[in-house]
């Protein structure tokens, strides 16, 4: 988080509301592709750029992200690691024999 | 006994100890919700056929609602904090209120959505799709639930912090807030997986 003055608490303010804005926009162009009826993998890669674009807004922005402590980012780095391993499990072939 | 590091920082992380335990609470939902997200993967990619939300009977207006609903909590959820750090507890209560008022909106489409599907006998027993949906949104509205009363509570008896240790409640309020954005980025993610793909 970057300042505490109360000018400065008024400017983040300001950024929350245009986030905010941001937000519903991407919403509403999310559902309008969705009506396009792309293919499988272009409307899978619209929808997933789109929410991580919101995800990493409200990460940034709302749980104050941009401006964190070096423990907080060593702590999601570990957790993006494992999360990471754990959506590429189900592709990797690893657990094909299981699955089918 | 005092808990030390709840209002100062830790002169080793840099951060108050309640921040760091939420972060790691968080780390752990991660890892939940990615579990439940790595099922939904496996499920779909070995699918014969795997239905469009619409032909399950989801409802993607009533979600889009419910979406712009989530996140507009979370803007409240901030302003909150906002608020509190500038000695407002009259502001506080209303944007505290309104997000308290978001999750019950939320709630409340989900339950008109939950009832619909089981009026038309969409059960979850019904296909695996309608399986892991349930799953999913039902944990999720769980969080729901729990952020609400954590919100509540801050809102009405925990407020009282505000006029005994103010530093020590707008950190509640900040902690209490990255979890309730947390509930809003995993909608953010269900949303278009669930409902639109």
Redesign the interface.
């Known amino acids: 988080m970057s300042g505490?003055s109360?000018e400065d608490?008024?400017r983040?303010?300001r950024v929350?509301?245009l986030?905010?804005a941001a937000?519903?926009a991407l919403?509403v162009i999310?559902?309008a592709v969705?009506t396009l009826h792309l293919s499988a993998m272009p409307?899978?890669a619209v929808?997933?750029l789109?929410?991580i674009t919101?995800?990493s807004l409200?990460?940034c922005y709302?749980?104050h992200l941009i401006s964190e402590?070096?423990?907080?980012y060593s702590?999601?780095i570990?957790?993006v690691v494992?999360?990471v391993v754990?959506?590429t499990?189900?592709?990797s072939g690893l657990?094909g024999s299981t699955?089918? | 006994m005092q808990i030390p590091y709840t209002v100062e920082n830790h002169p080793e992380?840099?951060?108050y100890n309640g921040?760091?335990g939420v972060?790691?609470f968080l780390?752990s939902e991660?890892?939940l919700f990615?579990?439940l997200?790595?099922?939904y993967?496996?499920l779909r990619?070995?699918a014969a056929h795997w239905p469009h939300g619409v032909e399950e009977g989801l409802n993607?207006p009533l979600a889009?609602v419910n979406?712009?609903v989530l996140?507009?909590s979370?803007?409240t959820?901030?302003?909150a904090w906002?608020a509190a750090?500038?000695h407002d507890l009259k502001k506080f209560r209303l944007y505290m209120g309104t997000t308290f008022l978001c999750g019950l909106i939320f709630l409340g489409i989900k339950y008109v959505e939950y009832s619909d599907k089981f009026h038309h006998g969409h059960l979850p027993s019904k296909s695996t799709f309608l399986a892991i949906y349930f799953t999913l949104t039902g944990l999720h509205g769980l969080h729901v639930i729990g952020g609400m009363i954590v919100n509540g509570y801050l809102w009405g008896p925990g407020a009282k912090l505000f006029h005994t240790d103010h530093a020590r409640f707008s950190n509640r309020i900040e902690v209490a807030?990255?979890y309730w954005?947390?509930v809003?980025?995993v909608w953010?993610?269900l949303?278009?997986?669930l409902y639109?793909?």
């Open positions: 505490h109360a608490i008024k983040e303010t929350y509301i986030v905010f937000l519903a919403t999310t559902v969705s409307a899978l929808a997933l789109i929410a919101k995800g409200v990460a709302f749980m402590k070096k423990v907080i702590v999601l570990l957790t494992f999360f754990l959506m499990l189900p592709v657990l699955a089918r | 992380t840099g951060v921040k760091l972060w790691l780390a991660v890892m990615g579990a997200f790595s099922s993967i496996l990619t070995n993607i889009t979406t712009m996140i507009a979370s803007v959820m901030v302003m906002a750090r500038l807030g990255l954005h947390f809003d980025l953010i993610f949303f278009p997986v639109l793909l």
